[in-house]
């Protein structure tokens, strides 16, 4: 991957990059008894001061957006196109301005929209400047069951929530939590 110029790709707190970084990405489709063991680890990590970085775009992943926010952890937000040229979340502002944020995009200003290939780039991105990752669940049609499969042939850590449905993940070497 290309070495991103982060003054021309980014906005907010870049000293956030110097920091450990845990990487969280999560399918769409996620079963309801993961999704309260989901909020309980965000919950969990939104005061600890530990980096989260995400493309927060699914909707359990804008969600728990939400919680972050409302903490005091530091966030990285990785667009999966072009950096906006204005933002109207509120929250986001205010996390902006905090500099408890930042905001990243490895792609150039013609990259306008989200596709599913910006996203693969996207998450890639994500693991390559993160320090570990923790999945909390992956649909097996999903877009992202082989790139976590990948991920689980190297030595990168990667953590699940402990549960019969991620037993295949779990079984494949991520961590169970």
Same mark, same amino acid.
């Given at each position: 991957?290309?070495?991103?110029?982060?003054?021309? *790709?980014?906005?907010?707190?870049?000293?956030?990059?110097?920091?450990?970084?845990?990487? %969280? $990405?999560?399918?769409?489709?996620?079963?309801?008894?993961?999704?309260?063991?989901?909020?309980?680890?965000?919950?969990?990590?939104?005061?600890?001061?530990?980096?989260?970085?995400?493309?927060?775009?699914?909707?359990?992943?804008?969600?728990? $957006?939400? *919680? %972050?926010?409302?903490?005091?952890?530091?966030?990285?937000?990785?667009?999966?196109?072009?950096?906006?040229?204005?933002?109207?979340?509120?929250?986001?502002?205010?996390?902006?301005?905090?500099?408890?944020?930042?905001?990243?995009?490895?792609?150039?200003?013609?990259?306008?929209?989200?596709?599913?290939?910006?996203?693969?780039?996207?998450?890639?991105?994500?693991?390559?400047?993160?320090?570990?990752? %923790?999945?909390?669940?992956?649909?097996?049609?999903?877009?992202? *069951?082989?790139?976590?499969?990948?991920?689980?042939?190297?030595? %990168?850590?990667? *953590?699940?929530?402990?549960?019969?449905?991620?037993?295949?993940?779990?079984?494949?070497?991520?961590?169970?939590?």
């Amino acid at each position: 991957m290309k070495k991103i110029d982060y003054k021309e *790709y980014s906005v907010g707190n870049r000293e956030l990059l110097k920091r450990q970084k845990t990487a %969280f $990405l999560c399918s769409r489709k996620i079963p309801s008894s993961i999704l309260l063991k989901t909020y309980d680890w965000v919950l969990d990590r939104r005061d600890s001061q530990k980096c989260i970085i995400s493309g927060f775009h699914s909707p359990i992943e804008k969600e728990m $957006l939400t *919680y %972050f926010l409302r903490g005091s952890s530091p966030v990285i937000l990785a667009m999966a196109r072009s950096m906006p040229k204005d933002f109207n979340d509120d929250r986001i502002k205010k996390a902006l301005s905090s500099e408890k944020m930042l905001i990243v995009s490895p792609f150039t200003e013609n990259i306008t929209r989200a596709t599913e290939d910006t996203a693969k780039i996207r998450n890639q991105f994500i693991v390559d400047i993160s320090n570990e990752l %923790f999945v909390p669940f992956v649909n097996k049609d999903g877009l992202l *069951y082989d790139f976590i499969l990948s991920l689980l042939k190297t030595d %990168f850590p990667v *953590y699940t929530i402990n549960v019969n449905e991620n037993d295949e993940l779990i079984k494949a070497g991520a961590i169970a939590v």
